[in-house]
């Protein structure tokens, strides 16, 4: 099983990205799939995560971030606009049987992404 995070990138703040994550070895519709970030000395944490039926995002990318998947390319990808400084960090995608927002409940991981938003 394999996933494979791209599309990070330096940004100005308030430009956009798109994130991709493309699985081998799993099929992304039985899955979550999940997006979470970590900056230098912080925690991982969530981002967005999306089931079978619905989105969820974390308070502070609401309304910025778009997460969805491509179910027939076996792709995730996770749209990001308006983005802020604070948004700068490493983004993972991750999958798993849980539909939750706790990292460590996901089983497989992508080797991460860097995102730098500049001012």
């Known amino acids: 099983v394999q996933l494979q995070a791209s599309g990070g990138g330096s940004v100005q703040a308030g430009g956009s990205l798109t994130l991709s994550c493309a699985a081998s070895?799993?099929?992304?519709?039985?899955?979550?799939t999940g997006w979470f970030r970590q900056a230098p000395g912080e925690e991982r944490e969530f981002v967005a995560r999306?089931?079978?039926?619905?989105?969820y995002y974390a308070d502070s990318v609401k309304g910025r971030f778009t997460i969805s998947r491509d179910n027939a390319k076996n792709t995730g990808c996770l749209q990001m606009r308006s983005l802020k400084l604070e948004d700068s960090a490493v983004y993972y995608c991750?999958?798993?049987?849980?539909?939750?927002?706790?990292?460590?409940?996901?089983?497989?991981w992508g080797q991460g992404t860097q995102v730098t938003v500049s001012s």
């Open positions: 991750a999958a798993g049987v849980w539909d939750t927002s706790v990292a460590r409940e996901y089983s497989y």
């Open positions: 070895g799993l099929t992304f519709r039985n899955y979550v």
């Open positions: 999306g089931n079978w039926s619905a989105t």
